[in-house]
């Protein structure tokens, strides 16, 4: 019987018991796949440190990404070719359509607000001046004063009073326009009570008629007359300023066309050389439409440019010259008449030498007269104006003439012979003043009608473009998107 040794070591080649090993386990992962952090000794957690997080894309990054991605194939980069087209041909519309709408109103008020209030100012200007000197003829004429002298002083100032009414209407509120045309206002009924005064005390035989004569034509050169002038050269200067908004070229837009026209020649020619196919509609009918809006653009706006530059050149500058030449004439006339009222009361020292303040006058306005007459001839460019202006300087010539004879009767102590010589009948100066005056009148009246028909024709050659090329742009960009769609439906 054996018996199995207790104690001692285990005999030699028998295996030693040993404790059976765990299984390893493997590491666990995390949520997300990621390694799951080791347990130290004792079952605590390691500290976690935190992952850096992927920086996000801005939009436009975005955007760009996706446009990389889209023009790596031939869908995309028509798709993209079918909106730069529509893009550039919708901003040649809009923008011939917005310079060609701003053109079309400054031409527009070219012709019906700025030059028709210009010429009401100059209008108010040569009543009141016309006024004033119907006032010192009738004076001279005592009381005696004519029917005709007497109507023409009223209408000088009718005429006045309705011109401010109408540039009241027109003007803008609260600009200096308006200030001076409130001072008009203002002043013209104190001008009619000095002159009414200046009658009642000359019917009389009272010699402060004459004072207050003197006074009343002080306010009218000094206050009136300025002021008129003021508004005239206020009313010329808005006049200047919608011309030089309605001429110049609309490059803007002119550039616009060009490039879209270029961009829509390379995109028919890299789908003919990708196709072999000549036309495709779409991009044809985009094209068309571009040229259309292109061409209509440039020679409506040339048209319309000529038309108005000619009303500025043949008109505008012949109506301003005519306007300060007949003004010239009222004036010369109303110091020739001042001249015989005063009685040489009012003189006026240049160098050594005293004058007659009203004849010194005279002469000046006369000179201003004559320079003012060889403008508009030359200005003149047809027989209708020439032939009014050579009247005016004809009967200018012998108001000199006339002029020089009253004043030495008037020297010489002669007073009723000059004052026949200045407001009598045939033979006085009055005669060659109406005709200065009725001769610069016709050609004003010519002047105004080439006026009118030159920038008529200007602002009429703009008729519908700004409707036509908005319209037609938008037609030119639906046929860039329907031929590119042409395109991309071959890839479906």
Known sequence: MTHTPSGGAAPPGAATPTTPAMPAVPPQSGPGGTPAPR???????????????????????????????????????????????????????????????????????????????????????RSLADANTAASSGFLAGGQETAASRDRYEKGIRTAAGKLVNAAANSRPGSSSAATITKLNRLLPVYKGLVERARTYNRQGYPVGGAYLRYANEKMQEEMLPAAEDLYTKETERLDADYADATPYPWAAIALGVIALAVLAWAQRRTY????????????????????????????????????????????????????????????????????????????????????AYDYDFQH??????????????????????????????????????????????????????????????????????????????????????????????????????????????????????????RLSEYR
């Open 365 to 486: 306005d006369m000179e201003a007269l004559g320079e003012g007459l060889a403008r508009a001839g030359e200005l003149a460019d047809d027989s209708s104006g020439e032939k009014p202006v050579a009247a005016a300087v004809s009967n200018m010539t012998e108001w000199k003439k006339r002029h020089a004879a009253a004043r030495e009767q008037d020297e010489n102590g002669n007073y009723q012979e000059a004052l026949d010589l200045v407001i009598g009948g045939e033979g006085a100066t009055g005669e060659c003043f109406d005709g200065v005056d009725e001769s610069l009148a016709s050609a004003l009246t010519h002047e105004r009608r080439e006026f009118q028909e030159a920038a008529t024709g200007g602002r009429d050659a703009l008729t519908g473009l700004p409707q036509g090329a908005a319209g037609l742009a938008v037609l030119g960009a639906a046929g860039a998107v329907l031929g590119i769609g042409r």
């Open 273 to 356: 050389l990708r196709t072999h196919r000549v036309l495709n509609h779409g991009l044809v009918a985009a094209t068309a439409a571009a040229a259309v809006v292109l061409l209509w653009l440039v020679a409506g706006h040339s048209l319309a440019r000529s038309g108005l530059n000619g009303s500025y050149d043949h008109g505008v500058r012949s109506l301003g010259v005519l306007h300060e030449a007949r003004i010239a004439s009222l004036k010369a006339r109303g110091n020739e008449n001042l001249t015989l009222v005063a009685r040489g009361a009012e003189t006026k020292k240049v160098g050594e030498k005293a004058y007659d």
């Open 39 to 125: 347990q130290a000794p004792g079952g605590s957690r390691p500290p976690a440190f935190p992952q850096p997080e992927a920086p996000r894309r801005t939009a436009f990054v975005e955007g760009a990404v996706r446009l990389r991605e889209a023009a790596a194939t031939e869908p995309g980069r028509l798709r993209i070719i079918g909106a730069v087209l529509a893009a550039l041909v919708v901003a040649f519309g809009t923008v011939a359509a917005w310079q060609m709408a701003e053109r079309a109103a400054a031409a527009d008020d070219v012709l019906t607000s700025s030059q028709p209030l210009a010429s009401d100012a100059a209008d108010i200007y």
